[in-house]
């Protein structure tokens, strides 16, 4: 896949890419790049690894230069020694192609969600934020990660199935809260880009994992992926089409407040979990209030309380009727673990 962060670089950044994939490949434990100034070496060097997920040995630098001289010599840090980082590769290489071949034959929209429904069955947010976490190897090898690791993951998954992927990248908003960076996922569907972020829908919810796969932020365009994501601080696509993110194209996008009494009425007679998504303007108190009521009014029609968890940023409804105990709304935030 064409590496997109190094279509973004200048000449110099380029050649220090290239020197430095090269030096990081053959492990090398140092080797000389162009000289570049320190905020555009840690730039090249970051970005690199999200072009190359599959370098994940890498976990940061020195360097050291002499004055005349065009040229640094960088001196990597690694995750591991070099006998453990090869065995490393050789099982995370059979590890992506054993992930990969159940889906070869698959269109690229079922590729993206096999990838999806992978990582949110899988791989558990790690609070504990290990140093692997941050690469491939957390997600694919121990079945935790972070959210750098899991779009890494994302990413070489989707590299081996054909699918144009890369790595977006947003800063942290102290005044929110938000202390770090966060990062996910932009893929090319049916020549459409997408924003596709596995983390968030991986920390939603806290029931059985497989049967309870979130879709909140599976192929949103910019308007809505940015209601609960920072901006981005790094070139990236943008993603313009609204018509084909996941509930609207499973018919489970609601306009009319009928629609959402009359699959509530259904839910809780066949005692099924329902998820919809509110079309029908804003999700004002006002217009939630409402819904509250019909989808009470929809259980109490066949003597049930409805327990509902809210998705509010991307307007999400997860219902499921009970035969007794209290009625309650949960407010849901993606990503709990706090945004690395």
């Known amino acids: 896949m064409e590496p997109f962060y190094y279509n973004h670089m200048n000449k110099n950044q380029q050649a220090a890419y290239r020197a430095m994939q090269q030096g990081l490949t053959n492990l090398s434990d140092e080797f000389q790049i162009p000289r570049l100034e320190g905020k555009d070496l840690s730039n090249v060097f970051f970005e690199l690894r999200l072009d190359h997920p599959e370098i994940f040995w890498a976990s940061g630098f020195k360097y050291k230069y002499y004055p005349d001289s065009p040229n640094l010599i960088l001196i990597p840090e ?15 290489g059979a590890r992506v192609e054993k992930l990969a071949r159940p889906a070869m034959k698959l269109t690229e929209l ?19 934020k290990k140093p692997y976490s941050h690469e491939i190897i957390g997600p694919l090898g121990q079945g935790v990660g972070v959210c750098e690791g899991i779009a890494k993951s994302v990413k070489i998954l989707c ?9 977006a990248l947003c800063g942290n908003n102290p005044e929110k809260g938000i202390k770090y960076r966060h990062t996910w996922n932009i893929v090319r569907i049916g020549g459409i880009y997408y924003h596709l972020d596995a983390t968030f829908d991986n920390t939603l919810g806290n029931s059985d994992k497989a049967a309870d ?9 910019d308007g809505h992926v940015f209601k609960d994501h920072e901006p981005l601080i790094a070139a990236a696509p943008h993603c313009t089409d609204h018509d084909h993110f996941y509930y609207k194209e499973k018919k489970l996008s609601f306009t009319k407040t009928e629609d959402v009494y009359k699959r509530s009425l259904q839910a ?3 005692g099924k979990m329902l998820t919809f998504h509110w079309r029908g303007g804003y999700l004002t108190r006002a217009v939630l209030d409402e819904l509250l009521d019909l989808i009470k009014k929809a259980g109490a ?9 809210l998705n509010w940023p991307q307007a999400v409804l997860r219902l ?17 673990g706090e945004q690395e």
């Open 320 to 336: 499921e009727y009970v035969e007794d105990g209290q009625e309650n709304v949960t407010m849901e935030e993606a990503n709990e």
């Open 213 to 221: 796969i979130r879709y909140e932020y599976f192929n949103l365009d």
């Open 110 to 128: 079922e590729k993206e969600r096999y990838i999806h429904d992978f990582i949110c069955e899988h791989v558990h947010y790690d609070k504990l």
């Open 159 to 167: 590299d081996t199935l054909g699918i144009w992927c890369m790595i």
């Open 78 to 92: 690694y995750l591991f020694d070099k006998g453990k980082i090869r065995e490393h590769q050789k099982a995370m």
């Open 268 to 270: 809780a007679k066949k």
């Open 301 to 309: 029609e066949k003597g049930k309380v409805a327990r509902i968890a």
